[in-house]
């Protein structure tokens, strides 16, 4: 993540990643999260509106340091990185793991995180991997 940069709001399509912090923002690029906001049974989009209109209720900071490694469980945990500040570049590694091998991110979800989409994403894009929305 360069300078500015930042990752908004949202749900992973995985069960769970490991996160590897290499390099720290000067400042900023935090990692913020909302603990299982929502379960295979139930959306919760009341407190979901709730964050997204700046609301902090039930939101946890995590403040990264190189070398720290995570295991997150980002289906059911909303979670964000807050704007890098200064002029250090942010490197971390997320590899990503699911159950079912041939799943992958919905296509406007791997654009908007990664900046692009394969052919393989919109394949696979109408494939049903449990009932919360993606
Ligand atoms: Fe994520």
Redesign the pocket.
Known sequence: MEPSHY?PW???GNEF?VSILVTKADAGGIFEYVPNIRTPETENYDHIEHILSGGRDGVHQLDLQPGDLQL?A?RFSM??VTPIEGTTTRYIG?P?YVHDPYRMNRPYHSES?YGRATKLHHQRADILVDGLVD
């Open positions: 990752l949202h749900f992973d990643t997150f980002g979670h964000r997320l990503t995180i």
